[in-house]
Structures are given as structure tokens and as C-alpha cells.
């Protein structure tokens, strides 16, 4: 057995939802938990991050290798706080409009 056949397989017996309104509310709650918690992480992490790096990069004669191998990182972790907050911040008002309406 291959590892095609049993995508296919797993594939047939898992459902799959067009949008967020369509998942079953824990799901939604799931997909809350397992977002929200990266992304207050990454936020925290950041806010202590992003002055020193400033600083840092004032301070440097030259920007080098590393310089800018650090900037890619921070610029990844902001990416990663956005995507995963907007998507709690959807979770969220998906199961506002579920539980509250």
C-alpha cells in the first residue's frame, strides 16, 4: 500500500467544509485555541524583539549576513502572528455569530 492509497482513503472518510460556518462549533473552537495561543505568543515575543533589533541595526557600522538573516526572521514572525490572529480573530466571530445569535 502506498502512500497515495491511503491519502485517497483518509481523504473519502474526512469531511471537508467549504468555509468557517460550516464546521461543527468545537472544531471552530479547536482551530480558536490552537491560533490564538501562537499568535499572543509571537505578539509578546515581538514587543521585546523589535526595539532591540531597531537599536541593534542603528547602532551596526554595516549590515551584514547576519543582519539580514535576522530581519528575514522577524519579518517571518510578523507574518505568522498576522495570518494566525486573523484567523482566531475569524474563529472568534464565527462562534460569536454561532453561540450569541
Known sequence: ????????????????YSSFQDMPPILVFLMLSSTALPAAYYAFALKEIIPEYINAANKAQEFGVAGFASGVMVLAMIFATYYCGEIALKCRAVLKEKWFS
Do not use: A, D, E, T
Not at 1 to 16: H, T
Open 1 to 16: 500500500m502506498n502512500l497515495m492509497n491511503i491519502y485517497r482513503r483518509v481523504r473519502n472518510v474526512v469531511p471537508s
